[in-house]
């Protein structure tokens, strides 16, 4: 039987199962490979044929989590400047990268950037299709962001569009971890009340619901809201 070959992919993988899991049997096996293979390529001296950055996990998961967590301390003040994000991320790394190379960690978080931006975009959508409410999402403000929120598919049905939400943050919650996202909310301003015409939509979308699958939604969300807050920990 032929040995089996991993791509850069499958390392980029293992990590990112492991940064989420902390658990090396599922790492391995999000890469159908053996248990002490993803432990190989953890190490800090593998020698990696690709020469990738998704190696020393440990070390990783440090700087990862200290870069990101600079970042959002820079949006809870109400600095989105991106150029001051970089570099303050930068500053939180320790480890520099090879001659002209960003610094590995940084490779990292800009795929987790890019993610959490898709996520975040999905999430004004769906909350948008549900509420008529266009919130700010990067350079768009309002009016724009209106208009790119009716393209695409819409949400039509109240549970289905709930359960979106639910999914979606906890897709973000993985990106950026769910104490930073708590912390961050705390210094934002209060949100902005829904207005008579938002609350008519809801309405109509609720109706738009089978009874019993509603009864079921609400269970669901006030199990969610009856969760002590250390839960997101």
């Known amino acids: 039987m032929p040995r089996k070959v991993y791509t850069e992919e499958h390392h980029r993988t293992a990590f990112e199962t492991w940064y989420e899991t902390r658990n090396y049997s599922a790492a391995a096996k999000a890469v159908d490979a053996n248990y002490l293979t993803p432990r190989r390529w953890s190490e800090k001296d593998f020698d990696c044929p690709h020469n990738c950055p998704y190696h020393n996990w440990g070390l990783l998961m440090e700087e990862r989590d200290s870069a990101l967590q600079v970042r959002h301390d820079l949006i809870a003040d109400g600095n989105l400047d991106p150029v001051q994000h970089d570099i303050a991320m930068r500053e939180a790394v320790s480890s520099p990268g090879p001659r002209g190379k960003n610094p590995p ?94 609350l008519q939509k ?10 019993q699958k509603l009864q079921t939604m609400m269970m669901v969300v006030d199990a969610e809201d009856a969760k002590p807050t250390s839960a997101a920990s």
């Open 105 to 198: 960690v940084m490779q990292v978080i800009r795929s987790d950037l890019e993610r959490l931006q898709h996520w975040e975009l999905l999430y004004s959508k769906v909350y948008f299709d549900l509420t008529g409410l266009a919130l700010d999402y990067g350079t768009l403000k309002e009016d724009d962001a209106r208009q790119q929120y009716r393209m695409g598919l819409h949400v039509t049905n109240a549970e289905a569009g709930i359960r979106m939400l639910k999914t979606i943050q906890d897709q973000i919650d993985a990106l950026q971890g769910a104490d930073r996202r708590n912390t961050t909310s705390a210094k934002r301003p209060e949100r902005e009340q829904l207005t008579l015409q938002q």
């Open 202 to 211: 809801m309405r109509q979308l609720a109706k738009n619901t089978p009874p």
